[in-house]
């Protein structure tokens, strides 16, 4: 009875490992960034590309080849190569690249990242010897686009897809590098002279349209000046004139209101002046005739206003005769 039970928990054990083991066979659980490619007896087809997610698969008669469809790199190591002007040059760079066709890249090649990287070198030397050394040194993008169009075609038929080539450093020769630390320092010698220069011309167009801008600006200000002091003067023209002018009409206006009496009166001022001044002879003019006889005039006037008889004058003036009474 003990051996008959003990048999059959045995028996149980077996089937239950069995079954857990057929589970595990026949059960995969596919990640999204996975496929996998699926032989049974050793065939498969593109409805054999399975996932993402849980794939039943038949123990035994199925084979799993699990895919990673992320985007991976290949690191080329340093190679050297030729260019088109005979010159060696060490070049090294990096390759990025997916799966595009998981079918293709297990069943068209053996190893895709070996092949890729093994075709890379070959294609670099033949990309490399068709450019001269300074446009391989100044047209590394071009040169990676170039070998990126390359590589995707050939693996286009391994199924992968080459998305971009980095060249990551270019060795020339020790004495291509000494030539070129030599042109480089020439350019930028001369880099700096055309700077000074250009600064130095520069400079003295600043200083030059400084100085013109300073002569006509000192030009302006004479001009205004001259037209400042031409007006100036103008004015005290006018205004002297217009004085002038004023005082004449005033004088104009005294004079005619000035009497035969007044004028009497003026001469007689000025007769005292005479005499009262030191010298010994005196020039009369002629005129001084008129004015006795006009003061004489008066003389008999006021004389007539009186009732008494007007006197004779007994002296002509300016060698004039003398007149009976």
Known sequence: MDGTLLATIIGALIVLLVVVILLYL??????????????????????????????????????????????????????????????????????????????????????????????????????????????????????????????????????GKVTRVEIREITPPRDVQDAMNRQLSAERTRRAVITESEGKRQSEINIAEGAKQAAILTAEGARQSAILTAEGFRQSQILSAEGYSQALERIYGAAQTIDQKTMALQYLETLKALGASPSTKYVLPLELSRLVESFSGLIDDGMRARGDRPAAPSVAAGGGEERPA
């Open 26 to 159: 026949s059960v995969r659980i596919v990640n999204e960034y996975d496929r996998l490619v699926i032989f049974r007896f050793g065939r498969t087809g593109p409805d054999k590309v399975k996932g993402p997610g849980i794939v039943f698969l038949i123990p035994v008669v199925d084979r799993p080849v699990r895919v990673d469809l992320r985007e991976q790199f290949i690191e080329v190591p340093s190679q050297t190569t030729i260019t088109k002007d005979n010159a060696p040059i060490n070049v090294d760079f990096l390759i990025y690249w997916r799966i595009a066709d998981p079918l293709k890249s297990i069943v068209n090649v053996a190893y895709f990242a070996g092949a890729l990287q093994g075709i890379a070198t070959t294609t670099l030397r033949a990309v490399i010897g068709d450019i001269l050394l300074d446009e391989v040194l100044s047209r590394r993008e071009q040169i990676n686009e170039i070998l990126r169009t390359k590589l995707d075609e050939v693996t286009e038929g391994w199924g």
